[in-house]
């Protein structure tokens, strides 16, 4: 059995194909390998999987980029689910967002792995949210938090920074910053989230995170990100 093409979306909830991730090969021109089984010499497997469901609220659709709500006990069996498709992969690194919907995620996949490592926590420099608490914080949500042990958390692999916008509907969003929405619906990709930031930001953000892992090299390396 092969992992299945994985479908998700940026700062939205985990969709139902979150138990299914995503495989990249680098090096080599074989064929991807079982799960379980071994891969030619010289080339690298990547397994990128997106968290699974996190716990809202409401469960109303809200900007949750760098708010921190753990799974919720649907993304609990997600994951458990995920770990069994996964069961007997001999990952040589996994790594994850330092979020804890993705942490989390990845601590359950790697309860099925024969091999993994731990490494300390790279820090990420907050951003600053002018008079207010944290954003996320009115709607339920906490601010980020210690990571997990036995993953790779990696502060460049977290969700796009929602500024203001934290824990806010798309529609509350609207309604309080009605200039800066409009701006942002002409240019999504470049106008960031008010004091936050852009899926340009995101972009520059991300890849070099990411090519920093596979760049490590291995036979089988986990990314659990957003």
């Not at 926590?121 to 036995?150: Q, V, W």
């Not at 920074?161 to 529609?171: D, K, M, R, S, V």
């Not at 989230?193 to 340009?200: D, T, V």
Request: charged residues 25%; aromatic residues 6%; contains cysteine.
């Amino acid at each position: 059995e092969q992992p299945l093409p994985f479908s998700g979306s940026v700062g939205g909830h985990a969709t139902e194909n979150a138990d299914r991730p995503a495989h990249h090969r680098k090096g080599g021109s074989s064929p991807r390998p079982p799960l379980g089984g071994g891969v030619t010499t010289g080339s690298t497997s990547i397994y990128l999987v997106r968290h699974t469901e996190p716990m809202l609220p409401d469960r109303r659709r809200r900007f949750i980029g760098h708010s921190d709500p753990p799974l919720s006990a649907a993304g609990i069996d997600q994951a458990q689910r995920l770990k069994d498709r996964l069961h007997g992969v001999f990952f040589d690194a996994i790594h994850s967002s330092d979020l804890r919907r993705s942490l989390m995620t990845a601590e359950i996949i790697a309860q099925g792995s024969p091999k993994t490592e731990s490494c300390g926590r790279e820090e990420y420099p907050g951003r600053e949210y002018p008079g207010r608490e944290y954003p996320g914080d009115a709607a339920g949500l906490s601010s980020p938090s210690k990571p997990a042990s036995r993953v790779r958390p990696n502060a460049g692999l977290r969700e796009i920074n929602a500024g203001l916008w934290e824990g806010l509907t798309p529609e509350e969003a609207q309604t309080r910053y009605p200039e800066e929405f409009e701006a942002r619906e002409r240019d999504v990709v470049g106008h960031p989230f008010p004091h936050g930031e852009s899926f340009r930001d995101l972009r520059e953000r991300v890849l070099p995170a990411f090519m920093e892992i596979v760049d490590e090299g291995g036979a089988n390396i986990l990314v659990v990100a957003h």
